[in-house]
């Protein structure tokens, strides 16, 4: 009999292989391949455990889509409310007109948010993502703080030891395999004293917004699944005291989303906080799988009854459901120009206007279904053969 030895990325227990999970992408996508799920028991953790941060890279560089993409519209409202919690976070715990490092600041939205609302203290934001990062210094006219953007990634931060006041890494965390260089690098260029903010989805509330069957799940860069008990640990081991805990549902142009947000101090005794567990997040995970794998049953059933199958929105859940179809003829479209130049396992990515309406239409994105419905409508699919994934 073999023994499951994996130790969990965040507490340093025993977790083990419980789940996988059948991941497709376009062209060599690094997702091309069945994700091990493991959970550990002891924290909670949820995790990925055979990706590393190497494929990950090559997913950011040759595969991301985030600067085209209107929710991380840096002007939405929703957004600007985002930041504004995030900003009233730093304020209540006595970092008001601090220094911030904005790790993974993608547009550059919360730093330059701050700066042009009257924040007294230069910014600096990193990326791996060059293709959406600003590639200028920006300056307030007013007062001459500063904010400057420049490429680098969380595993190897550009600033000296014990240089930077405040690290903020919103929606960074579930995205990097190796959790301890992270921190460690950010224990690293920390001053004493200094402190860091970590926002991640709140794996333990993702009932609370399911969006869709595999939405959380489907979302293949997300490698981890915390929760709060999981981000405790990981920080307490790497020499951070947690001050805060704090769990919200935060907006988004397309949806509201609960949100887990930790601020951490560097250095002193770490101290026990009154936090609450959520679900349980494999249970979450399974369920997912289950509803998928009736969807994928009732496509499977639908189409035989008609001529043809067509997917509408090369989407993170469609490259879920895809891989559950078998051999099923169909045909792919997405409105995106970059897309169409694109294939999955051979099929074309065609221009929705140029695909003739016949059989089954699937609209795969589960946020953008209503626009994607409409346009079918106005392009001769009939109402009765437009079948959405829920």
């Avoid at 939205?109 to 200028?136: E, T």
């Avoid at 002193?268 to 936090?275: F, H, I, R």
Wanted: one cysteine or more; charged letters at 20%; a negative charge.
């Amino acid at each position: 009999m073999t023994v499951d030895k994996r130790i969990c990325p965040t507490c340093h227990q025993s977790s083990s292989h419980f789940l996988d999970w059948l991941y497709s992408g376009l062209n060599a996508s690094v997702f091309n391949y069945t994700a091990q799920f493991c959970h550990c028991p002891s924290c909670g953790l949820i995790y990925v455990d055979n990706i590393d941060d190497e494929q990950l890279a090559h997913f950011y560089a040759d595969e991301c889509s985030y600067s085209e993409k209107a929710h991380f519209d840096i002007t939405s409202p929703a957004n600007i409310a985002k930041y504004t919690c995030y900003r009233d976070v730093m304020t209540n715990y006595g970092l008001a007109n601090v220094q911030v490092t904005d790790v993974g600041c993608g547009r550059g939205g919360f730093l330059l948010w701050l700066n042009a609302n009257g924040w007294q203290a230069d910014g600096h934001g990193v990326d791996v993502d060059i293709k959406s990062m600003p590639n200028s210094e920006i300056q307030q006219k007013d007062d001459g703080y500063v904010v400057q953007f420049q490429q680098g990634g969380a595993l190897s931060l550009p600033y000296a030891e014990d240089s930077q006041q405040l690290l903020t890494y919103f929606h960074v965390f579930e995205h990097i395999r190796d959790i301890d260089a992270v921190l460690n690098e950010a224990h690293r260029v920390l001053e004493s004293g200094g402190h860091i903010l970590i926002e991640v989805p709140d794996a333990e509330h993702y009932s609370k917004q399911p969006v869709g069957s595999a939405f959380w799940i489907g979302i293949r860069e997300h490698i981890y699944h915390f929760s709060a008990q999981a981000l405790i640990a990981a920080l307490n081991r790497h020499g951070f005291n947690v001050i805060s805990v704090r769990r919200d549902m935060l907006p988004t142009p397309e949806f509201d989303y609960p949100s887990l947000m930790v601020l951490a101090k560097k250095g002193g005794v770490n101290t026990d906080l009154d936090c609450e567990s959520g679900d349980d997040i494999a249970t979450f995970v399974v369920s997912s799988q289950q509803a998928l794998l009736k969807q994928a049953e009732q496509i499977t059933l639908l189409v035989q009854h008609h001529s043809a199958l067509t997917f509408w929105g090369c989407s993170a859940e469609l490259f879920s459901l895809l891989p559950l179809l078998g051999d099923l003829d169909f045909a792919l479209c997405d409105a995106s120009v970059p897309k169409q130049q694109s294939r999955y396992k051979g099929r074309p990515i065609q221009d929705p206007s140029q695909i003739k309406p016949e059989g089954i239409l699937v609209v795969a994105p589960y946020l953008h279904s209503d626009v994607i419905e409409q346009t079918a409508l106005s392009l001769g699919w009939p109402q009765q053969l437009i079948y959405r994934l829920t």
